[in-house]
Protein backbone atom coordinates (compact mmCIF):
# COMPACT_ATOMS: atom_id res chain seq x y z
CA UNK A 1 0.00 0.00 0.00
CA UNK A 2 0.96 3.46 -0.72
CA UNK A 3 2.33 5.67 2.25
CA UNK A 4 -0.89 8.26 1.55
CA UNK A 5 -3.23 5.13 2.36
CA UNK A 6 -4.93 6.69 5.45
CA UNK A 7 -5.22 10.00 4.17
CA UNK A 8 -7.70 8.42 1.73
CA UNK A 9 -10.78 7.87 4.31
CA UNK A 10 -13.83 9.84 2.43
CA UNK A 11 -12.84 8.06 -0.97
CA UNK A 12 -14.52 4.65 -0.01
CA UNK A 13 -16.24 4.42 -3.12
CA UNK A 14 -13.41 4.99 -5.43
CA UNK A 15 -11.28 1.71 -6.21
CA UNK A 16 -8.18 1.96 -5.14
CA UNK A 17 -6.73 2.49 -8.60
CA UNK A 18 -9.03 5.09 -8.83
CA UNK A 19 -7.95 7.16 -5.70
CA UNK A 20 -4.27 6.55 -6.69
CA UNK A 21 -5.12 8.74 -9.79
CA UNK A 22 -7.02 11.34 -8.20
CA UNK A 23 -4.30 12.30 -5.38
CA UNK A 24 -1.58 11.69 -7.77
CA UNK A 25 -3.53 14.31 -10.31
CA UNK A 26 -3.98 16.58 -7.18
CA UNK A 27 -0.45 16.59 -6.85
CA UNK A 28 0.47 17.23 -10.14
CA UNK A 29 -1.88 20.17 -10.26
CA UNK A 30 -1.28 21.60 -7.27
CA UNK A 31 -0.31 25.36 -7.44
CA UNK A 32 2.42 24.23 -4.43
CA UNK A 33 5.65 23.13 -5.35
CA UNK A 34 5.63 19.53 -4.14
CA UNK A 35 9.03 17.02 -3.48
CA UNK A 36 9.16 13.95 -1.98
CA UNK A 37 12.64 12.26 -0.94
CA UNK A 38 12.99 8.84 0.71
CA UNK A 39 14.85 9.00 4.50
CA UNK A 40 18.37 10.01 2.89
CA UNK A 41 17.31 12.81 1.61
CA UNK A 42 17.41 11.37 -2.23
CA UNK A 43 14.84 12.90 -4.24
CA UNK A 44 12.12 10.28 -5.66
CA UNK A 45 9.37 12.62 -6.79
CA UNK A 46 8.94 16.48 -7.98
CA UNK A 47 5.69 18.23 -9.35
CA UNK A 48 4.88 20.23 -12.07
CA UNK A 49 5.30 23.53 -9.89
CA UNK A 50 8.89 22.42 -8.39
CA UNK A 51 9.92 22.51 -11.98
CA UNK A 52 8.34 25.89 -12.97
CA UNK A 53 9.91 27.07 -9.77
CA UNK A 54 13.23 26.01 -9.70
CA UNK A 55 13.73 25.37 -13.59
CA UNK A 56 14.51 22.17 -13.43
CA UNK A 57 12.84 19.15 -14.99
CA UNK A 58 12.28 15.91 -13.34
CA UNK A 59 13.98 14.02 -14.96
CA UNK A 60 17.23 16.34 -13.84
CA UNK A 61 16.83 15.96 -10.31
CA UNK A 62 14.71 12.76 -9.45
CA UNK A 63 18.00 10.78 -7.87
CA UNK A 64 20.12 14.14 -6.41
CA UNK A 65 19.40 15.17 -3.48
CA UNK A 66 17.38 18.32 -2.51
CA UNK A 67 21.03 20.40 -1.94
CA UNK A 68 20.53 21.03 -5.93
CA UNK A 69 18.40 23.98 -5.01
CA UNK A 70 21.04 25.36 -2.22
CA UNK A 71 21.77 29.09 -2.07
CA UNK A 72 24.46 28.07 0.64
CA UNK A 73 22.67 31.31 2.32
CA UNK A 74 21.46 29.01 5.62
CA UNK A 75 24.15 28.36 8.58
CA UNK A 76 24.61 24.67 9.64
CA UNK A 77 22.77 25.40 12.95
CA UNK A 78 19.62 26.20 9.94
CA UNK A 79 20.39 22.74 9.01
CA UNK A 80 20.76 20.96 12.19
CA UNK A 81 17.46 22.36 13.48
CA UNK A 82 16.10 20.92 10.16
CA UNK A 83 17.12 17.64 10.91
CA UNK A 84 16.86 17.25 14.39
CA UNK A 85 13.09 18.34 14.32
CA UNK A 86 12.33 15.45 10.99
CA UNK A 87 14.43 13.42 13.54
CA UNK A 88 12.02 13.62 15.81
CA UNK A 89 8.90 12.63 13.33
CA UNK A 90 8.02 16.67 13.40
CA UNK A 91 7.33 18.52 10.34
CA UNK A 92 9.78 21.64 9.98
CA UNK A 93 8.26 24.63 8.45
CA UNK A 94 10.56 27.94 7.22
CA UNK A 95 11.08 30.22 4.90
CA UNK A 96 14.02 29.16 2.24
CA UNK A 97 16.38 30.68 0.40
CA UNK A 98 17.30 28.78 -2.52
CA UNK A 99 18.76 28.80 -5.69
CA UNK A 100 17.00 28.26 -9.13
CA UNK A 101 18.40 26.38 -12.51
CA UNK A 102 19.38 29.75 -14.02
CA UNK A 103 21.36 30.86 -11.02
CA UNK A 104 18.96 33.35 -9.35
CA UNK A 105 17.92 33.09 -5.41
CA UNK A 106 14.31 32.76 -4.43
CA UNK A 107 12.43 32.92 -0.98
CA UNK A 108 10.43 29.68 -0.52
CA UNK A 109 8.72 29.02 2.41
CA UNK A 110 8.27 25.36 2.77
CA UNK A 111 7.10 22.64 5.01
CA UNK A 112 9.11 19.67 5.60
CA UNK A 113 6.49 16.90 6.58
CA UNK A 114 7.98 13.47 7.54
CA UNK A 115 5.42 10.45 5.62
CA UNK A 116 5.23 7.30 8.26
CA UNK A 117 3.57 3.78 6.84
CA UNK A 118 1.39 2.00 8.50
CA UNK A 119 4.19 0.50 10.75
CA UNK A 120 5.08 3.70 12.12
CA UNK A 121 8.36 3.93 10.41
CA UNK A 122 9.45 7.22 8.79
CA UNK A 123 9.71 5.88 5.27
CA UNK A 124 9.52 9.40 2.97
CA UNK A 125 9.86 13.19 3.31
CA UNK A 126 7.41 15.32 1.42
CA UNK A 127 8.02 19.18 0.75
CA UNK A 128 5.71 21.43 0.33
CA UNK A 129 6.37 24.94 -0.84
CA UNK A 130 5.24 28.53 -2.08
CA UNK A 131 7.65 31.06 -3.70
CA UNK A 132 7.37 34.19 -1.30
CA UNK A 133 10.35 36.23 -2.56
CA UNK A 134 7.72 38.95 -3.58
CA UNK A 135 6.73 38.99 0.48
CA UNK A 136 10.00 39.04 1.26
CA UNK A 137 11.19 41.89 -1.20
CA UNK A 138 8.06 43.68 0.45
CA UNK A 139 9.68 42.94 4.13
CA UNK A 140 12.77 44.40 3.57
CA UNK A 141 11.45 47.37 2.14
CA UNK A 142 9.42 47.38 5.01
CA UNK A 143 12.25 46.95 7.21
CA UNK A 144 14.13 49.97 5.92
CA UNK A 145 11.32 51.46 6.70
CA UNK A 146 10.79 50.60 10.22
CA UNK A 147 14.49 51.31 10.51
CA UNK A 148 14.95 54.63 9.39
CA UNK A 149 14.17 58.18 9.27
CA UNK A 150 12.37 58.84 6.03
CA UNK A 151 13.39 62.28 6.48
CA UNK A 152 17.22 62.56 6.90
CA UNK A 153 17.58 58.66 6.33
CA UNK A 154 19.22 58.42 9.39
CA UNK A 155 18.65 55.56 11.70
CA UNK A 156 15.33 55.78 13.89
CA UNK A 157 14.76 55.35 17.32
CA UNK A 158 13.86 51.87 17.12
CA UNK A 159 17.38 51.15 15.04
CA UNK A 160 19.05 53.25 17.50
CA UNK A 161 17.36 51.04 21.08
CA UNK A 162 18.52 48.21 18.75
CA UNK A 163 21.90 48.74 18.11
CA UNK A 164 22.63 49.92 21.71
CA UNK A 165 21.17 46.88 23.20
CA UNK A 166 23.67 44.76 20.95
CA UNK A 167 26.47 46.84 21.98
CA UNK A 168 25.27 46.67 25.82
CA UNK A 169 25.37 42.86 25.65
CA UNK A 170 28.92 43.06 24.46
CA UNK A 171 29.82 45.39 27.39
CA UNK A 172 28.62 42.55 29.74
CA UNK A 173 31.74 40.21 29.16
CA UNK A 174 34.56 43.35 28.40
CA UNK A 175 35.46 45.93 30.37
CA UNK A 176 34.32 48.54 27.67
CA UNK A 177 32.73 51.46 28.16
CA UNK A 178 30.12 53.52 25.76
CA UNK A 179 28.09 56.42 26.12
CA UNK A 180 24.84 57.90 25.05
CA UNK A 181 24.47 61.09 24.08
CA UNK A 182 20.82 63.04 23.55
CA UNK A 183 20.78 66.02 21.36
CA UNK A 184 17.94 68.23 21.80
CA UNK A 185 18.18 71.30 18.89
CA UNK A 186 17.85 75.12 20.87
CA UNK A 187 15.93 77.69 18.35
CA UNK A 188 14.66 74.63 15.78
CA UNK A 189 11.20 75.48 16.84
CA UNK A 190 11.22 79.06 15.95
CA UNK A 191 12.07 78.28 12.51
CA UNK A 192 10.04 75.90 11.94
CA UNK A 193 6.88 77.67 13.22
CA UNK A 194 7.65 81.08 11.54
CA UNK A 195 9.60 80.07 7.87
CA UNK A 196 6.96 77.05 7.51
CA UNK A 197 7.48 73.18 8.00
CA UNK A 198 9.05 72.43 4.22
CA UNK A 199 11.65 74.86 5.61
CA UNK A 200 12.10 73.13 9.01
CA UNK A 201 12.37 69.67 7.42
CA UNK A 202 14.96 71.30 5.42
CA UNK A 203 16.83 72.35 8.02
CA UNK A 204 16.62 69.05 9.66
CA UNK A 205 18.33 67.30 6.82
CA UNK A 206 21.23 70.02 7.30
CA UNK A 207 21.25 69.63 10.70
CA UNK A 208 21.80 65.89 10.45
CA UNK A 209 24.36 66.25 7.49
CA UNK A 210 26.46 68.56 10.00
CA UNK A 211 26.08 66.34 12.87
CA UNK A 212 27.71 63.52 10.89
CA UNK A 213 30.36 65.52 9.67
CA UNK A 214 31.33 66.21 13.24
CA UNK A 215 31.35 62.27 14.44
CA UNK A 216 33.55 59.60 14.16
CA UNK A 217 32.77 56.93 11.64
CA UNK A 218 32.10 54.64 15.23
CA UNK A 219 29.60 56.69 16.39
CA UNK A 220 26.49 55.99 15.64
CA UNK A 221 23.94 59.20 15.00
CA UNK A 222 20.34 58.57 15.09
CA UNK A 223 17.15 60.63 15.07
CA UNK A 224 14.86 59.66 17.35
CA UNK A 225 11.94 61.86 16.26
CA UNK A 226 11.47 66.14 16.10
CA UNK A 227 14.23 68.03 16.68
CA UNK A 228 16.07 64.92 18.48
CA UNK A 229 18.84 63.32 18.20
CA UNK A 230 21.01 61.03 19.86
CA UNK A 231 24.57 59.55 18.93
CA UNK A 232 25.95 56.01 20.63
CA UNK A 233 29.63 56.56 21.41
CA UNK A 234 31.81 53.23 21.41
CA UNK A 235 34.72 52.53 23.01
CA UNK A 236 36.64 53.37 26.25
CA UNK A 237 38.97 56.47 24.65
CA UNK A 238 36.06 57.89 22.69
CA UNK A 239 34.03 57.96 25.91
CA UNK A 240 37.30 59.03 27.87
CA UNK A 241 37.01 62.23 25.42
CA UNK A 242 33.36 62.52 25.19
CA UNK A 243 33.44 65.85 26.18
CA UNK A 244 35.81 66.81 22.94
CA UNK A 245 33.04 65.20 21.21
CA UNK A 246 30.29 67.46 22.50
CA UNK A 247 32.67 70.31 21.56
CA UNK A 248 33.17 69.29 18.11
CA UNK A 249 28.64 69.01 17.52
CA UNK A 250 28.51 72.43 19.30
CA UNK A 251 30.90 73.77 16.90
CA UNK A 252 29.25 72.30 13.50
CA UNK A 253 26.40 74.10 14.50
CA UNK A 254 28.03 77.56 14.85
CA UNK A 255 27.89 78.59 11.55
CA UNK A 256 24.49 79.77 10.60
CA UNK A 257 22.12 77.56 8.72
CA UNK A 258 21.06 79.17 5.84
CA UNK A 259 17.44 78.82 5.23
CA UNK A 260 16.02 80.15 1.67
CA UNK A 261 19.32 82.74 2.21
CA UNK A 262 18.33 84.00 5.25
CA UNK A 263 20.28 83.04 8.38
CA UNK A 264 19.09 80.58 10.56
CA UNK A 265 20.66 80.02 14.39
CA UNK A 266 20.79 76.30 15.86
CA UNK A 267 22.55 75.20 18.65
CA UNK A 268 22.44 72.16 21.00
CA UNK A 269 21.39 71.42 24.29
CA UNK A 270 23.47 67.81 24.76
CA UNK A 271 22.91 65.23 27.90
CA UNK A 272 25.61 62.70 28.25
CA UNK A 273 25.08 58.86 29.83
CA UNK A 274 27.93 56.78 30.64
CA UNK A 275 27.60 52.57 30.75
CA UNK A 276 27.74 51.02 32.76
CA UNK A 277 28.50 53.60 35.37
CA UNK A 278 25.03 55.41 34.70
CA UNK A 279 23.09 52.35 33.66
CA UNK A 280 23.34 49.10 31.82
CA UNK A 281 19.90 48.94 30.01
CA UNK A 282 19.32 50.75 27.10
CA UNK A 283 15.84 52.62 27.87
CA UNK A 284 18.10 53.53 31.10
CA UNK A 285 20.66 55.39 29.82
CA UNK A 286 18.82 56.99 26.98
CA UNK A 287 16.33 58.07 29.79
CA UNK A 288 19.37 59.46 32.08
CA UNK A 289 20.78 60.95 28.97
CA UNK A 290 17.25 62.78 28.60
CA UNK A 291 17.59 64.09 31.92
CA UNK A 292 20.85 65.51 31.66
CA UNK A 293 20.03 67.15 28.58
CA UNK A 294 17.31 68.90 30.50
CA UNK A 295 19.54 70.31 33.09
CA UNK A 296 21.71 71.85 30.31
CA UNK A 297 18.58 73.49 28.95
CA UNK A 298 17.17 74.72 31.88
CA UNK A 299 20.92 75.92 32.65
CA UNK A 300 21.86 77.20 29.98
CA UNK A 301 24.96 75.35 29.35
CA UNK A 302 25.67 73.57 25.88
CA UNK A 303 26.21 69.88 27.41
CA UNK A 304 25.93 68.04 30.66
CA UNK A 305 26.80 64.42 32.13
CA UNK A 306 24.03 62.68 33.97
CA UNK A 307 24.02 62.61 37.86
CA UNK A 308 22.08 60.87 39.73
CA UNK A 309 20.89 64.00 41.70
CA UNK A 310 18.79 64.64 38.35
CA UNK A 311 16.69 62.24 38.48
CA UNK A 312 15.74 62.61 42.09
CA UNK A 313 14.96 66.26 41.07
CA UNK A 314 12.34 65.50 38.46
CA UNK A 315 10.73 62.42 40.24
CA UNK A 316 9.81 64.95 43.28
CA UNK A 317 7.89 66.47 40.25
CA UNK A 318 6.11 63.78 39.28
CA UNK A 319 6.63 60.00 39.96
CA UNK A 320 4.85 58.38 37.02
CA UNK A 321 5.07 55.20 38.86
CA UNK A 322 4.07 56.14 42.44
CA UNK A 323 1.17 58.20 41.22
CA UNK A 324 0.35 55.01 38.93
CA UNK A 325 -0.14 52.91 41.44
CA UNK A 326 -2.56 55.44 43.50
CA UNK A 327 -4.15 55.78 39.85
CA UNK A 328 -4.65 51.89 39.28
CA UNK A 329 -6.34 51.88 42.93
CA UNK A 330 -8.51 55.58 42.74
CA UNK A 331 -10.43 54.87 39.61
CA UNK A 332 -7.92 57.81 37.56
CA UNK A 333 -7.63 55.03 34.60
CA UNK A 334 -10.20 54.25 32.55
CA UNK A 335 -11.36 53.56 28.75
CA UNK A 336 -12.90 55.13 25.80
CA UNK A 337 -13.85 53.81 22.73
CA UNK A 338 -13.16 54.37 19.12
CA UNK A 339 -15.55 52.79 16.03
CA UNK A 340 -13.97 50.58 12.80
CA UNK A 341 -16.03 51.09 10.13
CA UNK A 342 -16.43 49.41 7.00
CA UNK A 343 -15.07 51.94 4.53
CA UNK A 344 -17.43 50.63 1.83
CA UNK A 345 -20.65 50.68 3.55
CA UNK A 346 -19.85 52.85 7.14
CA UNK A 347 -20.98 50.05 8.78
CA UNK A 348 -19.45 49.93 12.37
CA UNK A 349 -17.19 46.86 12.76
CA UNK A 350 -16.15 46.80 16.46
CA UNK A 351 -14.89 49.37 18.65
CA UNK A 352 -10.93 49.49 19.90
CA UNK A 353 -10.78 50.14 23.89
CA UNK A 354 -8.45 52.52 24.76
CA UNK A 355 -7.19 52.90 28.01
CA UNK A 356 -7.16 56.93 29.59
CA UNK A 357 -5.33 58.25 32.56
CA UNK A 358 -6.19 61.16 34.41
CA UNK A 359 -3.93 62.60 36.70
CA UNK A 360 -5.49 64.89 39.76
CA UNK A 361 -3.03 67.35 39.05
CA UNK A 362 -1.43 67.43 35.92
CA UNK A 363 -4.58 66.70 33.77
CA UNK A 364 -4.80 63.51 30.71
CA UNK A 365 -1.09 61.57 30.54
CA UNK A 366 -0.74 60.37 27.30
CA UNK A 367 -0.65 56.11 27.00
CA UNK A 368 2.09 56.38 24.92
CA UNK A 369 4.36 57.85 28.28
CA UNK A 370 2.58 55.82 31.09
CA UNK A 371 1.85 52.76 29.07
CA UNK A 372 6.13 52.09 28.88
CA UNK A 373 5.74 52.57 32.71
CA UNK A 374 3.52 50.39 33.58
CA UNK A 375 5.41 47.85 31.38
CA UNK A 376 8.71 48.35 32.95
CA UNK A 377 6.90 48.22 36.65
CA UNK A 378 5.33 44.67 35.63
CA UNK A 379 2.10 46.52 36.54
CA UNK A 380 0.81 45.67 32.80
CA UNK A 381 -0.55 42.71 33.95
CA UNK A 382 -2.89 43.78 36.65
CA UNK A 383 -3.93 46.97 34.35
CA UNK A 384 -4.18 44.73 31.36
CA UNK A 385 -6.51 42.39 32.92
CA UNK A 386 -8.75 45.66 34.27
CA UNK A 387 -8.75 46.37 31.21
CA UNK A 388 -9.56 43.26 29.57
CA UNK A 389 -12.56 42.58 32.27
CA UNK A 390 -13.83 46.59 31.99
CA UNK A 391 -14.13 46.06 27.75
CA UNK A 392 -15.62 42.53 28.09
CA UNK A 393 -18.03 44.09 30.72
CA UNK A 394 -19.04 46.96 28.91
CA UNK A 395 -19.77 44.93 25.53
CA UNK A 396 -21.93 43.30 27.86
CA UNK A 397 -23.80 46.55 28.81
CA UNK A 398 -24.26 47.60 25.27
CA UNK A 399 -25.63 44.07 24.05
CA UNK A 400 -28.06 44.41 27.32
CA UNK A 401 -29.21 47.78 26.17
CA UNK A 402 -29.50 46.98 22.67
CA UNK A 403 -26.71 49.05 21.11
CA UNK A 404 -25.18 46.91 18.36
CA UNK A 405 -21.34 46.55 18.58
CA UNK A 406 -20.17 43.71 17.00
CA UNK A 407 -16.49 43.65 18.64
CA UNK A 408 -14.14 45.45 21.04
CA UNK A 409 -10.37 45.25 20.75
CA UNK A 410 -8.36 45.45 23.01
CA UNK A 411 -4.77 45.99 23.15
CA UNK A 412 -1.98 43.82 24.77
CA UNK A 413 1.75 44.62 25.41
CA UNK A 414 3.92 41.76 24.68
CA UNK A 415 4.58 40.93 28.39
CA UNK A 416 1.27 40.51 28.92
CA UNK A 417 1.35 37.56 26.18
CA UNK A 418 4.27 36.02 28.54
CA UNK A 419 2.20 35.59 31.04
CA UNK A 420 0.97 32.02 30.83
CA UNK A 421 -2.72 33.26 33.15
CA UNK A 422 -4.05 35.82 30.18
CA UNK A 423 -5.76 33.40 28.06
CA UNK A 424 -7.29 31.97 31.50
CA UNK A 425 -8.26 35.06 32.81
CA UNK A 426 -9.84 36.28 29.09
CA UNK A 427 -11.27 32.71 29.15
CA UNK A 428 -13.11 33.90 32.22
CA UNK A 429 -14.00 37.47 31.21
CA UNK A 430 -15.61 35.59 28.12
CA UNK A 431 -17.37 33.46 30.30
CA UNK A 432 -18.12 35.65 33.18
CA UNK A 433 -19.62 38.23 30.69
CA UNK A 434 -21.43 35.69 28.50
CA UNK A 435 -20.08 37.26 25.13
CA UNK A 436 -19.01 35.08 22.07
CA UNK A 437 -15.60 34.87 22.23
CA UNK A 438 -15.22 35.86 18.22
CA UNK A 439 -17.00 39.55 19.55
CA UNK A 440 -13.25 40.06 20.92
CA UNK A 441 -10.12 41.07 19.09
CA UNK A 442 -6.68 41.07 20.64
CA UNK A 443 -4.14 43.91 19.38
CA UNK A 444 -0.20 42.95 19.30
CA UNK A 445 1.56 45.54 18.70
CA UNK A 446 4.09 44.34 16.19
CA UNK A 447 7.44 44.67 18.13
CA UNK A 448 10.74 43.49 18.04
CA UNK A 449 11.26 42.74 21.39
CA UNK A 450 9.18 39.98 21.66
CA UNK A 451 11.55 38.56 24.03
CA UNK A 452 9.62 34.82 24.53
CA UNK A 453 8.66 34.58 20.85
CA UNK A 454 7.42 30.63 21.45
CA UNK A 455 5.69 31.71 24.47
CA UNK A 456 3.78 34.29 22.84
CA UNK A 457 3.38 32.16 19.70
CA UNK A 458 1.53 30.20 22.33
CA UNK A 459 -0.70 31.82 24.03
CA UNK A 460 -1.42 33.55 20.73
CA UNK A 461 -2.48 29.71 19.46
CA UNK A 462 -4.78 29.50 23.05
CA UNK A 463 -6.74 32.68 21.70
CA UNK A 464 -7.24 31.51 17.96
CA UNK A 465 -7.94 27.46 20.12
CA UNK A 466 -10.98 29.86 22.34
CA UNK A 467 -12.37 31.29 19.15
CA UNK A 468 -10.48 35.07 20.16
CA UNK A 469 -9.91 37.46 17.00
CA UNK A 470 -5.84 38.27 16.79
CA UNK A 471 -5.19 41.53 15.28
CA UNK A 472 -1.11 42.75 14.48
CA UNK A 473 -1.31 46.66 15.66
CA UNK A 474 0.76 49.48 14.28
CA UNK A 475 1.80 47.22 10.98
CA UNK A 476 4.60 47.96 8.89
CA UNK A 477 6.19 50.14 11.80
CA UNK A 478 8.27 46.60 13.71
CA UNK A 479 11.01 44.91 11.60
CA UNK A 480 9.38 41.49 11.24
CA UNK A 481 5.94 42.01 10.34
CA UNK A 482 5.45 39.44 7.98
CA UNK A 483 7.44 36.91 9.58
CA UNK A 484 4.94 37.41 12.41
CA UNK A 485 2.32 37.17 9.93
CA UNK A 486 3.89 34.08 8.42
CA UNK A 487 4.00 32.02 12.45
CA UNK A 488 1.13 34.03 14.34
CA UNK A 489 -2.72 32.73 14.30
CA UNK A 490 -3.68 36.84 12.72
CA UNK A 491 -7.31 37.31 11.87
CA UNK A 492 -6.75 41.63 11.23
CA UNK A 493 -3.70 43.70 10.51
CA UNK A 494 -4.01 47.27 11.36
CA UNK A 495 -1.91 49.70 8.99
CA UNK A 496 0.10 52.10 11.06
CA UNK A 497 -1.23 55.78 10.57
CA UNK A 498 2.29 56.94 9.59
CA UNK A 499 1.82 54.87 6.11
CA UNK A 500 -2.01 56.25 6.00
CA UNK A 501 -0.61 59.68 6.76
CA UNK A 502 1.44 59.11 3.87
CA UNK A 503 -0.67 58.23 1.42
CA UNK A 504 -0.85 61.19 -1.42
CA UNK A 505 2.47 62.36 -0.85
CA UNK A 506 5.06 59.70 -1.65
CA UNK A 507 3.54 57.02 -4.32
CA UNK A 508 6.20 54.69 -2.54
CA UNK A 509 3.68 54.10 0.50
CA UNK A 510 0.79 53.95 -1.71
CA UNK A 511 2.89 50.84 -3.12
CA UNK A 512 3.39 49.73 0.25
CA UNK A 513 0.43 50.11 1.14
CA UNK A 514 -0.90 47.89 -1.53
CA UNK A 515 1.66 45.41 -0.95
CA UNK A 516 0.79 44.90 2.49
CA UNK A 517 -3.18 44.59 1.45
CA UNK A 518 -1.69 41.93 -1.23
CA UNK A 519 -0.38 39.48 1.82
CA UNK A 520 -3.53 39.70 3.68
CA UNK A 521 -5.91 39.55 0.77
CA UNK A 522 -3.82 36.22 -0.10
CA UNK A 523 -4.41 34.72 4.37
CA UNK A 524 -7.86 36.10 3.81
CA UNK A 525 -7.23 38.82 6.65
CA UNK A 526 -9.54 41.25 7.53
CA UNK A 527 -7.07 44.64 7.05
CA UNK A 528 -7.83 48.26 9.09
CA UNK A 529 -6.02 51.54 8.34
CA UNK A 530 -5.16 53.19 11.21
CA UNK A 531 -5.53 56.96 11.40
CA UNK A 532 -8.00 58.08 8.79
CA UNK A 533 -8.24 61.90 8.61
CA UNK A 534 -9.07 63.36 5.79
CA UNK A 535 -12.31 61.87 3.15
CA UNK A 536 -9.16 62.13 0.44
CA UNK A 537 -7.20 59.16 2.67
CA UNK A 538 -10.57 57.32 3.13
CA UNK A 539 -11.18 57.62 -0.88
CA UNK A 540 -7.65 56.22 -1.57
CA UNK A 541 -7.81 53.67 0.89
CA UNK A 542 -11.34 52.28 -0.75
CA UNK A 543 -9.49 52.49 -3.80
CA UNK A 544 -6.19 50.40 -2.92
CA UNK A 545 -9.01 48.20 -2.02
CA UNK A 546 -9.10 48.37 2.42
CA UNK A 547 -11.84 47.21 4.16
CA UNK A 548 -11.78 49.08 7.31
CA UNK A 549 -10.54 52.14 9.01
CA UNK A 550 -10.34 54.15 11.85
CA UNK A 551 -9.63 57.21 12.66
CA UNK A 552 -10.35 60.66 13.77
CA UNK A 553 -12.39 61.37 10.19
CA UNK A 554 -14.53 58.52 11.68
CA UNK A 555 -14.46 59.30 15.57
CA UNK A 556 -12.54 60.05 17.74
CA UNK A 557 -11.86 58.05 21.05
CA UNK A 558 -14.95 58.46 23.06
CA UNK A 559 -17.02 57.24 26.38
CA UNK A 560 -18.86 54.37 26.06
CA UNK A 561 -21.82 56.40 25.73
CA UNK A 562 -20.76 58.21 22.89
CA UNK A 563 -20.88 55.07 20.88
CA UNK A 564 -24.76 54.71 20.98
CA UNK A 565 -25.02 58.27 20.12
CA UNK A 566 -22.46 57.71 17.23
CA UNK A 567 -24.58 54.71 15.95
CA UNK A 568 -28.30 56.40 16.57
CA UNK A 569 -26.88 59.17 14.22
CA UNK A 570 -29.17 58.68 10.94
CA UNK A 571 -26.21 59.72 8.87
CA UNK A 572 -23.59 61.68 10.45
CA UNK A 573 -20.82 63.41 7.93
CA UNK A 574 -18.15 60.48 8.32
CA UNK A 575 -20.20 57.31 7.64
CA UNK A 576 -21.25 58.20 4.35
CA UNK A 577 -18.43 57.23 2.24
CA UNK A 578 -16.79 59.91 -0.31
CA UNK A 579 -17.48 58.85 -3.99
CA UNK A 580 -14.81 56.90 -5.02
CA UNK A 581 -13.24 58.46 -7.94
CA UNK A 582 -13.83 56.85 -11.93
CA UNK A 583 -10.85 55.52 -12.75
CA UNK A 584 -10.69 52.24 -13.86
CA UNK A 585 -8.69 49.77 -11.30
CA UNK A 586 -5.48 49.35 -12.40
CA UNK A 587 -4.50 45.67 -13.88
CA UNK A 588 -3.82 43.42 -10.80
CA UNK A 589 -5.04 45.33 -8.42
CA UNK A 590 -7.77 45.28 -5.93
CA UNK A 591 -10.90 44.88 -7.33
CA UNK A 592 -12.95 48.24 -6.89
CA UNK A 593 -15.76 48.00 -3.62
CA UNK A 594 -18.89 48.04 -3.88
P1 LIG B 1 -2.97 52.06 19.08
O1 LIG B 1 -3.48 50.77 19.60
O2 LIG B 1 -2.36 52.06 17.72
O3 LIG B 1 -4.21 53.03 19.17
C1 LIG B 1 -4.54 53.96 18.21
C2 LIG B 1 -4.05 55.32 18.62
O4 LIG B 1 -4.22 56.21 17.54
C3 LIG B 1 -4.80 55.91 19.79
O5 LIG B 1 -3.87 56.71 20.50
C4 LIG B 1 -5.82 56.81 19.10
O6 LIG B 1 -6.29 57.86 19.92
C5 LIG B 1 -4.98 57.33 17.96
N1 LIG B 1 -5.77 57.74 16.81
C6 LIG B 1 -6.92 57.22 16.36
N2 LIG B 1 -7.33 57.83 15.24
C7 LIG B 1 -6.40 58.76 14.96
C8 LIG B 1 -6.26 59.73 13.89
O7 LIG B 1 -7.07 59.84 12.98
N3 LIG B 1 -5.16 60.52 13.93
C9 LIG B 1 -4.23 60.41 14.92
N4 LIG B 1 -3.18 61.25 14.88
N5 LIG B 1 -4.33 59.53 15.92
C10 LIG B 1 -5.40 58.70 15.94
P2 LIG B 1 -3.75 56.61 22.05
O8 LIG B 1 -5.09 56.48 22.66
O9 LIG B 1 -2.87 57.74 22.44
O10 LIG B 1 -3.01 55.24 22.28
C11 LIG B 1 -1.66 55.08 21.97
C12 LIG B 1 -1.24 53.64 22.12
O11 LIG B 1 -1.27 53.23 23.49
C13 LIG B 1 -2.16 52.66 21.44
O12 LIG B 1 -1.89 52.68 20.09
C14 LIG B 1 -1.77 51.36 22.13
O13 LIG B 1 -0.57 50.84 21.57
C15 LIG B 1 -1.47 51.83 23.52
N6 LIG B 1 -2.63 51.49 24.37
C16 LIG B 1 -3.81 52.14 24.51
N7 LIG B 1 -4.61 51.49 25.38
C17 LIG B 1 -3.94 50.38 25.79
C18 LIG B 1 -4.22 49.29 26.68
O14 LIG B 1 -5.30 49.18 27.27
N8 LIG B 1 -3.25 48.35 26.87
C19 LIG B 1 -2.06 48.43 26.22
N9 LIG B 1 -1.17 47.47 26.46
N10 LIG B 1 -1.76 49.42 25.36
C20 LIG B 1 -2.68 50.39 25.14
MG1 LIG C 1 -4.42 49.30 19.01
MG1 LIG D 1 -2.20 51.15 16.18
Not at 330 to 350: A, C, D, F
Not at 354 to 375: D, M, V
Not at 443 to 462: G, K, N
Request: proline share 6%.
Amino acid sequence: MFWWGKYMQGMEELSTEERVTVLSSALEQIADSVMITDTTGVIKYVNDSFELLTGYSRHEVIGLKPSVVKSGRHSLIFYRRLWSKLAEGRPFRSTFINRRRDGAIYYESKTITPIRAFSGEVTHYVATGRDVSDRVGLEDRLRHLAYSDSLTSLPNRTRFLELLRNDLAGLEKSDEQLAVLFIDLDGFKVVNDSRGHVLGDQLLIDVGRRLRQALYGSDLLARMGGDEFAVLVRGRKSVDSVGVICDHIIQALETPFLVEDAPAYISASIGIARAPRDGTDAVTLIKHADTAMYEAKRKGGCYRFFKPEMTRAAAEQFNIRNDLRRAARTGELYLEYQPQVHLGSGQLRGVEALLRWRHPAHGPIPPTSFIPALEDTGMIRTVGLWVVREACAQLRRWQNEGVTVPMVSINVSPQQLEDPDLTKDIASAIEEFQLDPGSLEIELVETSQLAEIDRVEEALRQLDALGVRVALDDFGTGFSALTHLHRFPVHTVKIDRDFVGMLGKETEDARLIEGILGVARSLTLDVIAEGVETPDQWAQLRQLGCDFGQGFLIQRPCGAADIATFLSHSGPPALVPPPVPDTPPKPGGPPPLV
